[in-house]
T-cell receptor, first 113, second 114 residues
Framework: SQQGEEDPQALSIQEGENATMNCSYK?????LQWYRQNSGRGLVHLIL?????REKHSGRLRVTLDTSKKSSSLLITASRAADTASYFC?????????????FGRGTQLTVWP | DAGITQSPRHKVTETGTPVTLRCHQT?????MYWYRQDPGHGLRLIHY???????DKGEVSDGYSVSRSKTEDFLLTLESATSSQTSVYFC?????????????FGQGTRLTVV
């Protein structure tokens, strides 16, 4: 399986603190994506980082990618209670047109007011 | 929700009965996926489609079949439902691109097999 694996499985922090989640994957990729899932809802795309990028920002989100270690991290700065959700990384097959997309088990983030 | 609809949203069925879940999109995207989500397992790919009548197995395809006779519909069938198939099922769609593009998800179908 090319499934990404997020770490930690659960993270609990106070509002205003930063939250860092990590993702490891197994094979070559052309990009890596992060998604968010609020309880009971479908996943929503957050950010995509290409294999030739090392860092990317979007608002309070910062994503890094280290292809040599096959790992990525998602940093949420100045967390808010509304950031409470599960976060998943997703990878696909490099060079394939079949379009498979694999997700990890996710990190459950809880932000306390 | 990005032109993707799952039906039904909730279903309770008995062991041994056939069940079909439907995913409908209005985006004309090439790729469609069925995932199941269970506590501790994240999202696991069941089957996916890369075009009309073009489908393939994912990580956990045993006990499931799919069909895609037109671009907008992707059906997931449990031929004979078992309790282990109690789960939340998500459909996703994705347009074709030079590289992997973002996926859009339906709201999920909660299936209970009793």
């Amino acid at each position: 399986s090319q499934q990404g694996e997020e770490d930690p499985q659960a993270l609990s922090i106070q509002e205003g603190e930063n939250a860092t989640m990590n993702c490891s994957y197994k094979t070559s990729i052309n990009n890596l994506q992060w998604y968010r899932q609020n309880s009971g809802r479908g996943l929503v795309h957050l950010i995509l980082i290409r294999s030739n990028e090392r860092e990317k920002h979007s608002g309070r989100l910062r994503v890094t990618l280290d292809t040599s270690k096959k790992s990525s991290s998602l940093l949420i700065t100045a967390s808010r209670a509304a950031d409470t959700a599960s976060y998943f990384c997703a990878t696909g097959d490099r060079g394939s047109t079949l379009g498979r997309l694999y997700f990890g088990r996710g990190t459950q983030l809880t932000v306390w007011p | 929700d990005a032109g993707i609809t799952q039906s039904p949203r909730h279903k309770v069925t008995e062991t041994g009965t056939p069940v079909t879940l439907r995913c409908h999109q209005t985006e004309n995207h090439r790729y469609m996926y069925w995932y199941r989500q269970d506590p501790g397992h994240g999202l696991r790919l069941i089957h996916y489609s890369y075009g009309v009548k073009d489908t393939d197995k994912g990580e956990v395809s045993d006990g499931y079949s799919v069909s895609r006779s037109k671009t907008e519909d992707f059906l997931l069938t449990l031929e004979s439902a078992t309790s282990s198939q109690t789960s939340v099922y998500f459909c996703a769609i994705r347009r074709q691109g030079i590289e992997n593009t973002e996926a859009f998800f339906g709201q999920g179908t909660r299936l209970t097999v009793v």
